[in-house]
């Protein structure tokens, strides 16, 4: 009897912890989805990362320096560039290609009326200096139109965005089912391992070790991409990219750590639970 009665609490141990181990996979697993859902997913991240970088400015400072050099000697200047290329501008403009991103329809984005606005400048301005635009003024102000329209189009497009556009359409049909699912899985799970350890020790125990692993399979790539600074040896050409992919990276990791550290606000809670309530203040095997 004794016997049997050890074989059936070994078995009852044996699928207890199986239970426990699959249980930390679907919290990590759970995780890694709520931060892509909630990072790569969601428009309102990248904008805030926009802002958060000051990526407007630093791709307005990129374009004024490039289009001075297209038109200094010409004598269009930093100054009218400037005034014919307003920041605000530019910014609805970045703003439409994020939108482009995660929409689930082709909007391919005119840049005419960029066009339209630069050349009516060019016009204006070398009209107010006296210039008389013959048709091979004309000629010369409608190629520097058509090259910082090229370099605008160019600075302006995020790499790739057609491609992850795609992705990211295919992929958001399905995530909310995936999260649901996974966190369904979850409670299943933990209602097992609730249901076949009658002792309350028994059950916290487990729980215990399933909040563990994940916190630890959480922070440990996380400690180790801290400590690489691998991201920070990324070459990416242009200044206001680079710094925008530095602080898009940053607050996904910064993410990532508040669900390790929410792991382990649980396994504090149920430790302390486990120690005040069930061993009361003593210390427990």
């Known amino acids: 009897m004794d016997q049997k009665s050890n074989q059936d609490s070994f078995l009852l141990s044996c699928i207890s912890h199986v239970l426990s181990f699959l249980l930390n996979l679907l919290l990590v697993a759970t995780s890694l989805v709520l931060i892509l859902n909630l990072t790569i ?14 990526f407007v400015s630093n791709i307005t400072n990129e374009l004024l320096t490039q289009f001075n050099s297209y038109g200094v000697s010409a ?13 605000s501008y530019i910014e609805a403009d970045i703003y439409r290609e994020v939108s482009r991103i995660y929409s689930d329809t082709d909007k391919h984005i005119d840049y005419q009326a960029f066009r339209d606005k ?7 301005n070398a009209k107010s200096r006296g210039y008389e635009i013959t048709e091979k003024e004309n000629t010369g102000i409608l190629y520097l139109t058509d090259l910082c329209t090229s370099t605008y189009i160019n600075k302006l497009q995020i790499p790739y965005s057609e491609q992850l556009s795609n992705v990211l359409n295919k992929v958001d049909k399905i995530f909310n089912i995936i999260i ?11 209602i097992f391992i609730l ?25 440990v790539p996380l400690i180790f991409l801290y400590l690489s600074d691998i991201f920070e040896r990324i070459s990416i050409g242009s200044k206001s990219l680079y710094t925008l992919f530095q602080t898009y990276i940053q ?6 750590v508040f669900f390790a550290f929410l792991m382990l606000l649980f396994w504090l809670f149920i430790f302390t639970y486990r120690r005040v309530v069930l061993y009361g203040g003593k210390v427990y095997k």
């Open 195 to 219: 249901l076949i350890n009658k002792s309350k020790r028994k059950k916290t125990r487990y729980f215990m070790y399933s909040l563990a692993a994940a916190f630890l399979m959480i922070s």
């Open 41 to 54: 997913l969601n428009e309102d991240f990248l904008r805030k990362q926009i802002d958060k970088s000051s």
């Open 75 to 87: 004598g269009f200047d930093e100054e009218f560039f400037q005034s014919a290329i307003p920041l």
């Open 180 to 190: 649901f699912v996974l966190i369904i899985l979850v409670i299943v799970l933990a």
């Open 251 to 256: 607050s996904t990791l910064s993410l990532s």
């Open 118 to 124: 630069l050349y009516n400048s060019f016009i204006e």
